[in-house]
């Protein structure tokens, strides 16, 4: 296994609770929105910890350990394609990370969140950081936990829902994935509201 150097941070904001936040599977056609909310000890560092798609799924699932070991709180929230479909995907992006927040056990006094825009939690401050899970280590680990929690999902779905290529693409709109659903047809987790064209880019 090869190392990948880390240049991440471990906080933000040196005094109080920091909890990082991110999401996996935005832009999927299937299945739900996951986030994760991780809140590390100050001194923590890892070298192998950095954003989940820089990692193969063997790296991922070492690090799960360390990140469960050694975080102060952690916790994990879904949101089904149904409610993707009836209040968008930004929103319910921003539930699941909201519903995370909701089951720490530690309350956080900042919330530092991966991406450029959030929906304030109620009396919590929050800083968004774009590219956050290539920068802090909070953020890095709740992308991990977010994306194995959610790869795993749809792994399990994929054997209700054979065809689409689950197993691999993890509900991606993938070439393999757009094609299977244009010949088999959407399933009942698919995202009513997302389209798919085979011209778009893989």
């Known amino acids: 296994m090869s190392l990948i150097k880390s240049a991440l941070l471990p906080y933000f904001q040196s005094e109080g609770i920091e909890a990082g936040l991110d999401e996996a599977g935005r832009g999927c056609l299937a299945g739900p929105v996951v986030a994760a909310a991780v809140i590390l000890p100050k001194d923590f560092h890892d070298k192998l910890l950095t954003d989940s798609k820089q990692l193969n799924a063997k790296q991922r699932k070492q690090l799960i350990d360390v990140v469960k070991n050694y975080a102060?709180?952690?916790?994990?929230?879904?949101?089904?394609?149904?409610?993707?479909?009836?209040?968008?995907?930004?929103?319910?992006?921003?539930?699941?990370?909201?519903q995370a927040v909701d089951k720490l056990r530690t309350p956080p006094?900042?919330?530092?969140?991966?991406?450029?825009?959030?929906?304030?939690?109620?009396?919590?401050?929050?800083?968004?950081?774009?590219?956050?899970?290539?920068?802090?280590?909070?953020?890095?680990?709740?992308?991990i936990l977010a994306k194995t929690?959610?790869?795993?999902?749809?792994?399990?779905?994929?054997?209700?829902?054979?065809?689409?290529?689950?197993?691999?693409?993890?509900?991606?709109?993938?070439?393999?994935?757009?094609?299977?659903?244009?010949?088999?047809?959407?399933?009942?987790?698919?995202?009513?509201?997302?389209?798919?064209?085979?011209?778009?880019?893989?």
């Open 72 to 98: 102060i709180d952690y916790a994990i929230a879904e949101v089904d394609h149904a409610t993707i479909d009836q209040i968008n995907i930004y929103k319910a992006s921003v539930m699941a990370m909201h």
């Open 109 to 143: 006094d900042h919330l530092l969140v991966d991406g450029n825009r959030f929906i304030s939690y109620p009396f919590i401050q929050h800083t968004c950081i774009v590219k956050g899970d290539s920068k802090y280590f909070s953020i890095a680990a709740a992308s």
């Open 149 to 202: 929690f959610r790869d795993e999902w749809m792994q399990k779905a994929a054997e209700q829902y054979p065809g689409y290529g689950w197993e691999r693409n993890a509900g991606y709109p993938t070439l393999e994935h757009r094609k299977a659903v244009l010949s088999l047809g959407p399933t009942e987790i698919h995202r009513k509201t997302f389209r798919v064209e085979l011209k778009e880019k893989d």
